[in-house]
């Protein structure tokens, strides 16, 4: 047997336990490692040697019924499948009495051997088409750009075959010291992308077909991109909605105004209502940012009562005439709650 020594699960190095998913990452990340074609030489025969291995130990421990019974049999689950198989047919041929005469133990190899001629599994190891892994970088974008889109050039790393070896990891004898003996080195790539309006921050973006190459004709993996959106000090994002705080003067709130007010694009002019209320909302329909859906969320705003600084004698008195007008106590709510709940 081409594998007796080691078995599957240190062939793909995942535990025992390993997940489908963790099996099928394992044997591209491998894949790609040891790949026939990434190599010259020397190093070539014996990546042949070990991609064969690995198709090998793949194709059994991603088929969940190959699995079990490796799990259950070991390296020679198949003949010990057959054995069973033969055996049970033996024994019903027999009759109950005679149950698997003539396998015993002993002969188990040899029989199986003849029969099934080794493992048999043919399948030439350059030429097969490995996909390439998907990649994911992290990228910073403003409101503003969340609000338009964006081009972005992204810087990206993948591995490439070593160009001072070839790949075979020996130069001249000695091992190459350009990629320390792997065959492979990091090669810098960039690229520009769109990255659409209306993202989500910490959500992924997909770029189809941007990730490392696939080999001899594998698909290339995907380029994910997980987005961050900076903190900005005047829009707050909400889902496609946006928030802004608003300074108005009290006279500006009990009289009603029109003011400018900042939005993602350029500022617009907006009506206060006379008599509007402190935290009451204005809202900008449409004025948030884009939908996946193709439509746009709100812009709210937030009024905020701000006083001036520093009163002149004639806003003084002002105020002094205001104070003697006929008010409600503003605090007669909270002073009768505040007993209500005082037990
Ligand atoms: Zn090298």
Known sequence: MATAQRGYYDILGVQRDASADDIKKAFRRRAREIHPD????????????????????????????????????????????????????????????????????????????????????????????VDGEDLETDVELSIREVATGVSRRIDLTERVTCKACGGS????????????????????????????????????????????PGVNGGRPGDLYLRVHIQANGVFRQKGSDIHVTLPVWPWEAALGAEVMAPTLAEPVKVKIPAGSKADSKLRLKGKGLPTSAGEHGDLFLKLKIVMPTGLSDEERALYEQLSHGRHSDPRAEILAASRRHSS
């Open 169 to 212: 990891a020996i130069v001249r004898g000695r091992p190459c010291v350009v990629c320390g003996g792997t065959g492979t080195q990091a090669e810098k790539r960039t690229i520009e992308v769109r990255i659409p309006a209306g993202v989500q921050h910490d959500t992924r973006v997909r770029i189809t077909g941007k990730g490392q």
């Open 38 to 129: 990434l190599h010259t030489g020397a190093k070539k025969t014996e990546m042949e040697k070990k991609f064969k291995e690995l198709n090998e130990a793949h194709e059994v421990l991603s088929d969940p019924d190959k699995r079990k019974k490796y799990d259950q049999y070991g390296q020679n689950w198949e003949q010990a499948e057959a054995y069973e198989k033969a055996r049970q047919q033996a024994g019903s041929q027999a009759g109950r009495g005679g149950a698997a005469g003539g396998f015993s133990g002993g002969d188990f190899g040899d029989i199986f051997e003849t029969f099934f001629g080794g493992r048999g599994r043919g399948g030439n190891a350059t030429g097969f088409a």
